[in-house]
């Protein structure tokens, strides 16, 4: 398994960023797909899910209605579209396979620091 993220950087608050994450050594098609983040100082949280087929999506509240998580299947992609970032929101970005409760292997993760 290997998850490899990308977009990432610094943003100012009320902007907007585009993370990515290749996937490779397994069958993504088959896989729920998470998004998770950690803060400086703070343990692992979870941001965001979305099914096999991109039909069914969750979001932290944290995150409702400023990010959007979506899927490329044929491209092995994940993404995560950021907006009306804030401060708060700075942290490690990681994709992680598998759904909100059961995500288990990890990237090596994308900075995102919100900052004016």
């Known amino acids: 398994v290997q998850l490899v993220e990308s977009g990432g950087g610094l943003a100012q608050p009320g902007g907007s960023l585009r993370l990515s994450c290749a996937a490779s050594?397994?069958?993504?098609?088959?896989?729920?797909m998470s998004w998770v983040r950690q803060a400086p100082g703070k343990g692992l949280e979870w941001v965001s899910s979305?099914?096999?087929?991109?039909?069914?999506?969750t979001y932290a509240d944290s995150v409702e209605g400023r990010f959007a998580i979506s899927r490329a299947n044929a491209k092995n992609t994940l993404y995560l579209q950021m907006n009306s970032l804030k401060s708060e929101d700075t942290a490690v970005y990681y994709c992680?396979?598998?759904?909100?409760?059961?995500?288990?292997?990890r990237g090596q993760g994308t900075q995102v620091t919100v900052s004016s």
């Open positions: 979305i099914s096999t087929l991109g039909a069914t999506t």
């Open positions: 992680a396979r598998g759904d909100r409760d059961s995500w288990g292997s």
């Open positions: 050594g397994f069958t993504f098609s088959n896989y729920w």
